[in-house]
């Protein structure tokens, strides 16, 4: 099959919707193209995932609609200046809203060649497959320097038309290094986790901090594979294969990763069936703030988007059902000088008190579990008083 030049323009039809995969290996060469192509035919909707990086070649207003399942990073603005209408959806819903009212009728996505023949994703699988599922063609890109880490078959040679190719890598994600803060709270996080058991856990300084301070080997099962997993396998700490569903890091991670089997789409990775039997599941995650019932925000401010409800909500829940399981909420006690325990949230509530399980700061850690409601305000008010901010 060989790549068609021009032949995106073709495929963007008038009043047609367009999902653009996203992940650190989103289809960047071609914004510009895609963006052009809508204006010329006009009405096009456009359905966006997670960006972790702003995309500044693509033109948001050449399209008639922009939704986004996954808001936060790389859409903050767009989203907080209302460009894009960033939808109160976790991630284990994505694929029947593409089923049903999200319906794309284009999948415009990074390929790379499969072992076998053919091509396949290569850094992120995320929805595509139930976008391809739902009847959506794949415009793809060809990136030569992307590996394939896509356990899945060939995408389909019927449904594929290639319309570019690029040599540039997918985008590094860089985070902070773990703080004083971030490690107190990682070595208490680590001591929960029973080994063996399944464990998801996001990027960032506080999901660095918590694999380096486990000392039992473990299972990764996250939506998110960080750069962590490396050092982890390393240290021999790293059991079985990880599951995962995109891939967040940088060259480490990527050289890692190449030709194993690691991305499953989001129909398995975030099957709350799945993860909350068999071996234990913990879930780690974190939060903007906390309130006395543990609800728990990570979607932002009044006018300050910051992420998206994700697979946060999925997770969790999964965590508080399996047995010998944990869901976990990690999280410093403080926030550029103010408490992160809250009376009332700045913003909707992510994901339910009744999902979490445990929640720890560099200052101690309150077990929420088998607690009415005013047990468990007073166990977290007792956590926040053991900070010296508080």
Excluded at 132 to 154: F, L, N, S, W, Y
Excluded at 233 to 243: E, F, H, K, S
Excluded at 374 to 386: G, I, M, N, P, T
Aim: aromatic content about 4%; charged content about 20%; proline content about 8%.
């Amino acid at each position: 099959m060989s790549v068609e030049s021009g032949k995106l323009a073709e495929l963007v039809e008038p009043g047609s919707r367009v999902a653009l995969a996203d992940g650190i290996g989103a289809p960047r060469s071609v914004s510009g193209e895609l963006a052009a192509a809508a204006a010329a035919a006009g009405g096009v909707r456009l359905l966006l995932g997670w960006l972790p990086v702003a995309d500044s070649e693509l033109d948001l207003a050449a399209f008639a609609d922009v939704r986004a399942v996954m808001s936060g990073w790389g859409l903050r603005r767009p989203v907080d200046d209302g460009r894009v209408r960033a939808l109160p959806v976790r991630l284990s819903a994505v694929p029947a809203l593409l089923h049903g009212p999200l319906r794309p009728d284009l999948l415009v996505a990074t390929v790379v060649p499969a072992p076998g023949g053919g091509y396949a994703f290569g850094t992120e699988v995320a929805w595509m497959h139930a976008a391809i599922a739902a009847g959506a063609r794949i415009a793809g890109v060809v990136a030569h320097a992307t590996p394939h880490c896509d356990a899945g078959p060939a995408l389909p040679a019927d449904r594929l038309v290639l319309v570019g190719e690029t040599d540039t890598p997918p985008v590094a994600l860089e985070f902070s290094a773990p703080g004083d803060e971030h490690r107190a709270i990682a070595e208490r996080v680590a001591a929960l986790i029973p080994p063996g058991a399944r464990m998801q856990v996001g990027p960032g300084a506080l999901g660095v901090a918590v694999l380096e301070a486990l000392r039992s080997p473990v299972h990764l099962d996250s939506g998110l594979l960080p750069e962590g997993v490396v050092d982890l396998d390393r240290r021999g700490l790293l059991a079985g294969t990880p599951v995962t569903t995109y891939l967040a890091g940088g060259p480490a991670l990527l050289a890692w990763a190449a030709g194993r089997p690691l991305l499953q789409p989001i129909e398995h990775t975030h099957d709350l069936g799945r993860l909350s039997s068999g071996l234990p599941f913990v879930a780690v995650n974190t939060a903007i703030e906390l309130d006395e019932q543990a609800q728990v925000n990570v979607e932002g401010f009044p006018g300050a988007t910051v992420g998206g409800v994700g697979g946060h909500a999925d997770y969790a829940a999964a965590g508080a059902r399996s047995p010998g399981g944990l869901s976990i909420i990690a999280m410093p006690a403080t926030h550029r000088g103010r408490p992160t325990l809250v009376e009332r949230l700045s913003a909707p509530v992510s994901t339910p008190g009744h999902d979490v399980d445990v929640v720890v700061t560099e200052h101690g850690t309150a077990d929420l579990r088998g607690l009415d409601r005013r047990e468990r305000a007073a166990a977290l008010h007792h956590l926040w008083d053991r900070s010296p901010a508080a």
